[in-house]
């Protein structure tokens, strides 16, 4: 297949059995499509990661416990999300991926909109709850388009470009968050949010492709079958490539949503004088006011969430360049990537000078974000078309549950549990909770390795 071949066109149906007859878009539409989806998946972190740098004034706004900012940034989201991934990828399946997810845009826009407007605890967790829900639509029905959009070879390294929109939404959160907070507090914070989300879903409704329309067109009929849930259960039950990566990057989510909505605090904890010199001289430097938030915002945005950027892109291009000859080396990177970090992210906590522990962790956040090409993409190649939004939503689900719904609350737990239980303060509490769950990395290592010694068996194509 080359990219001249038009948008849509048909193959005939695979000796396999598989299903779908759509060949790879024209590199110019596949380009553009890409692109859309990156946009719609910076907006859908940048949605839910907001929070996050918002956390220290919510909490002193609304008089919260820890463990309140970890139930509020991940396990009342991660509950919904997750469990509303699994209908909507059923969904996706079959119907109309584009309009899906240019309706679940509009909706965790809303919400996030609404957050600003918020009261108290339960109305702010209600409000993150609708966040949730909203973007259970997002990434199952793209990770099945964009697996239709590029040939199998090009797939790790496209979903991994797709993956991008997590470091930089986090990072466009982390900055536009904090220097709004700054200068007009954190529920205009929320309001700026979520107003992009209303052209994103505009231009995914009526300008992304969907090759089975053309499809449809063509022959009449849409060729490609469901499988139902069941039998995707069942293929995927003998896929034991399936489970290895599912896990680790679970742990790897656990980590990474676990730290997020603590980062800031632990340095306004532990080093407010140091954070709030470096503010003043940034600031005096680009000539703005800049508050130890609206800094913080700033150096976590640029500096882990660029290098974020960069691991994911240079994971999937690693994955499909070196996967070429052997498969096994989809998941050899982020183990390693998974074992080096630990090191790193406790030396960034314990170093006790806040530019040098920037520094690490800019290091931390290219390692951190190796895993998302190579698992996207071997998730989408040990099953047949017709299960990859399925597949793709049990992969979020296994992956948010833990690391998104129980990452922060049990950071959170954690750090209360030292401050008061262990009488060591908030700012000691915070950071041994970041150390402790750091070294969970162990268990995702672990996990990505005996992936490599079941991949090439599992793999599908």
């Not at 991940?74 to 997750?82: C, Q, S, V, W």
């Not at 964009?146 to 929109?165: C, H, N, W």
């Not at 950071?411 to 030292?418: C, M, P, Q, R, W």
């Amino acid at each position: 297949m080359t990219d001249s071949t038009a948008p849509g066109a048909i193959n005939p149906a695979p000796a396999t059995g598989e299903p779908e007859g759509i060949t790879p878009l024209a590199k110019p539409v596949r380009t553009y499509a890409l692109s859309l989806l990156l946009g719609i998946y910076t907006i859908n972190f940048l949605d839910r990661q907001v929070v996050n740098i918002l956390a220290e004034p919510i909490k002193q706004d609304l008089g919260l416990a820890d463990w309140q900012l970890g139930l509020m940034s991940g396990l009342a989201f991660a509950l919904f999300y997750t469990v509303l991934g699994i209908p909507i990828a059923r969904l996706a399946e079959r119907g109309n991926r584009p309009l899906i997810i240019g309706s679940a845009v509009a909706v965790w826009s809303g919400f996030t909109a609404l957050c600003g407007v918020a009261q108290n605890f339960i109305q702010l967790i209600l409000f993150r709850i609708g966040v949730g829900v909203g973007e259970a639509g997002c990434t199952p029905p793209a990770h099945s388009l964009i697996s239709d959009y590029v040939p199998k070879e090009q797939r790790s390294t496209a979903l991994a470009f797709y993956s991008m929109g997590t470091p930089i939404g986090g990072l466009l959160g982390l900055i536009f968050g904090g220097l709004i907070a700054d200068a007009y507090g954190w529920r205009t914070a929320f309001f700026v949010a979520g107003v992009p989300g209303i052209l994103f879903a505009i231009l995914a409704i009526f300008t992304l492709p969907e090759p089975r329309k053309e499809l449809a067109r063509r022959t009449n009929k849409i060729q490609a079958s469901s499988a139902t849930f069941p039998e995707t259960m069942k293929f995927l039950k003998g896929r034991k490539t399936f489970w290895y990566i599912s896990f680790a990057a679970a742990i790897k989510a656990f980590i990474g949503y676990g730290h997020a909505p603590f980062t800031a605090s632990f340095f306004l904890r532990n080093y407010p004088d140091q954070v709030q010199s470096l503010a003043s001289t940034v600031g005096a430097t680009v000539g703005y006011n800049l508050q130890s938030i609206g800094f913080l915002g700033l150096a976590l945005g640029l500096m882990s969430g660029t290098a974020g950027a960069l691991g994911s892109w240079l994971g999937g291009f690693i994955a499909d360049k070196f996967a070429a000859r052997d498969l096994r080396a989809q998941m050899v990177a982020p183990a390693l990537a998974s074992l080096i970090t630990i090191p790193i992210y406790i030396a960034a906590v314990t170093i006790g000078s806040v530019p040098l522990a920037l520094l690490l962790l800019t290091v931390n956040g290219l390692l951190g974000t190796i895993w998302y090409g190579p698992v996207y993409g071997t998730a989408q190649s040990i099953v047949p078309p017709h299960m990859r939004a399925t597949t793709s939503a049990i992969l979020l689900f296994i992956i948010n549950l833990i690391g998104l719904g129980l990452g922060p609350l049990a950071v959170g737990l954690i750090s209360d549990y030292f401050a008061v239980g262990m009488n060591m303060g908030s700012a000691e509490g915070i950071r041994w909770a970041l150390i402790v769950s750091s070294s969970f990395g162990l268990i995702a290592f672990y996990c990505f390795w005996r992936a490599t010694q079941t991949i090439r068996e599992d793999h599908v194509g």
